[in-house]
């Protein structure tokens, strides 16, 4: 059984890697569709019996880790006796094994942390907040090559893509609807049946990865700049396609309209 989530690659703070320009941003996690936002000074532990309850397996440890910020850097602890960490930088191909009893910084845009527990695997993902890639080091290559033709496309969970289904809705069942006003976070939020604390964290998710792919305009918090940002969100998913008309009935197979 494979079991997936979202964090940020751990990698040995000396090594040689893209440069992590954002010491005291946040950092964003994801397990089996749970997300958890962590900022500056907090930690959050998992494991068996932990903040983050990964598996009931019991060849699993009660506390098996913790991601926490050091020395203006995040870093994961392994705090098991026999369970190694391998945490691969996403976009990349590097990866960086963590030991029982040591810890590593984590220092890419995003990342996955994967274990093994008895027979089973588990994987963590995440990201951190603001991360810029150093195109220096991408070199010239990199820029114009494979990054280019990928711009603005990233890969959705099933969340994701439904919020955006609910964003989106209007304007694709109707294209002549693009000057309307973005729905509310809490009319998508009823649109999905979810509550408005589940969306806000989802759309701050969303948007947090959509920044670091290189869109703008993907950061806001209240009023204006709030529905600024829904109304780029919007322009965005459609211009690449990130969702198409042919997905709306994945949102009334999850929760029939009213």
């Known amino acids: 059984m494979t079991r997936t989530a979202h964090n940020s690659t751990a990698h040995n703070p000396t090594a040689h890697n893209p440069t992590a320009h954002n010491p005291t941003g946040r950092l964003y996690l994801e397990f089996c569709g749970e997300d958890h936002t962590l900022n500056p000074g907090e930690s959050l532990t998992f494991g068996r019996s932990a903040e983050l309850v990964i598996d009931e397996n019991p060849y699993m440890h009660r ?3 913790r991601f926490v910020e050091q020395g203006h850097h995040w870093c994961i602890q392994n705090l098991g006796r026999s ?8 976009v990349g191909m590097s990866s960086a094994l963590v030991a029982p009893n ?15 527990a008895g027979p089973t695997r588990y994987e963590l993902s995440g990201g951190l907040e603001g991360f810029e890639w150093d195109t ?3 070199g010239e290559e990199g820029v114009q090559g494979t990054q280019t033709m990928d ?20 304007r694709l069942l109707d294209p002549r609807t693009d000057h309307t006003q973005p ?10 049946g979810w509550s408005l ?3 806000n964290r989802k759309l701050d998710h969303l948007c947090e990865k959509l920044h670091r792919a290189g869109i703008p305009n993907m950061h806001g918090a209240m009023g204006a700049n709030a529905m600024d940002r829904r109304g780029h969100l919007i322009d965005h998913a459609l211009h690449v396609q990130l969702v198409t008309a042919s997905e709306l009935h994945l949102i009334d197979r999850q929760r029939p309209a009213a």
Do not use: Y
């Open 63 to 65: 506390i098996l880790g």
């Open 83 to 90: 369970i190694s960490f391998t945490v691969k930088d996403s």
């Open 102 to 116: 040591s810890s590593a910084a984590l220092l890419h845009g995003e990342f996955t942390c994967g274990f093994v």
């Open 136 to 138: 220096d080091l991408l």
């Open 151 to 170: 711009w603005g496309r990233v890969e959705l969970n099933d969340d994701q893509r439904l919020l955006l289904l609910a964003m989106c809705e209007q």
């Open 183 to 192: 729905p509310s976070n809490r009319q998508g939020a009823a649109r999905l």
């Open 197 to 199: 604390t589940k969306f």
